[in-house]
């Protein structure tokens, strides 16, 4: 039964507790009066899995900084109760960054407490599963694109490749190129997944286990855009094959965090390399999800994410963290 407002005496949440060392999670209970600071009391509908909650959740990595700790770093949901006069109980609203299941309680929980100034309304258009299908990962896609864009990818400059293409933020960067209109080659270790791209929009697919990346600090040019969410040394090669001008966005390092590459690609070939970081103000913040909304929206959200009850979360994180998962995991919460 879906509980009122004010009648829940504890909700469920999944906590990461300082025990490893790291941390520990575990699903648990806990009561409004244990919920984080902020002034809008949010009934959160959806969450996320991405990897960097496997990691809280499993204590594989140093990221929460207080304990207990709500993981999740993103969500969507209805204000139940709020002091600002921005919103009103019944707004839908969507958040992640800003610290969340870092230093303030995230979205793996039924009820949630955050600052306003922390609160996008949910933009027309998409409905608060789309926007937690989307979370991070689709907002992360959106300003790589957005930012390679500023940067002078045409669709007309030729291909974009997109490395770790079964990824949450690739798959989504996938189905929204090739919405564009891009011709979109997609880079995977996981050549079992090609009809799952090329459903996506992918042109090509691209076999990362069967690919012959080389040693010359120049390859021969083949991209007109990039993005990468592996890093290391495929992010060199990447860099070595750009064409003139071209664009790389680098959201991911999947492949290792040492990047060792020759600068003439960038001194010769004029090659951009953009940083893609998702803790951005507020209004930037709006303003990519106001076109994931619209020119950005993806078309197969429905092929990329799909709904997980909240007592799977455990072994969602374990399947994450073994690479058993291609695009989206959303947590549902009325799911039973």
Request: hydrophobic share 45%; no cysteine.
């Amino acid at each position: 039964m879906k509980a009122t407002p004010g009648s829940d005496p504890v909700f469920r949440a999944y906590r990461v507790h300082d025990n490893g060392r790291f941390g520990e999670g575990r699903l648990e209970t806990m009561t409004r009066d244990e919920l984080d600071h902020g002034n809008v009391l949010v009934r959160v509908a959806y969450a996320s899995v991405n990897y960097k909650d496997a990691l809280t959740a499993r204590g594989r990595a140093k990221i929460a900084r207080k304990f207990p700790l709500v993981a999740g770093i993103d969500l969507s949901g209805t204000v139940e109760e709020s002091a600002d006069a921005r919103f009103r109980p019944g707004d839908e609203v969507l958040t992640h960054s800003f610290g969340l299941a870092v230093d303030h309680d995230g979205g793996y929980a039924e009820l949630g407490r955050f600052p306003a100034d922390w609160l996008i309304p949910l933009p027309q258009g998409l409905s608060l599963y789309e926007a937690a299908a989307l979370g991070v990962a689709g907002h992360t896609a959106g300003l790589a694109i957005d930012l390679m864009q500023l940067n002078g990818l045409r669709r007309e400059n030729g291909k974009v490749l997109v490395n770790g293409a079964t990824g949450g933020v690739p798959s989504i960067a996938i189905d929204i190129l090739a919405r564009l209109g891009f011709h979109v080659a997609a880079l995977t270790g996981k050549s079992e997944e090609a009809g799952y791209l090329t459903a996506l929009g992918a042109a090509e697919v691209l076999d990362r286990n069967a690919m012959e990346f080389g040693t010359r600090p120049l390859e021969a040019t083949f991209w007109a855009g990039a993005l990468d969410s592996v890093g290391g040394e495929q992010l060199a090669w990447i860099a070595r094959t750009m064409q003139k001008d071209g664009v790389i966005a680098a959201f991911g390092n999947a492949g290792g965090v040492d990047f060792k590459g020759s600068v003439l690609p960038f001194i010769l070939r004029g090659v951009r390399l953009l940083g893609v970081n998702v803790d951005n103000p507020l209004e930037r913040k709006k303003a990519i999800w106001q076109r994931l909304a619209t020119d950005l929206r993806p078309r197969h959200l429905d092929r990329i994410a799909r709904r997980i009850s909240f007592e799977t979360l455990p072994q969602a994180f374990e399947d994450l963290l073994a690479a058993r998962v291609r695009g989206r995991m959303v947590v549902d919460f009325s799911l039973r």
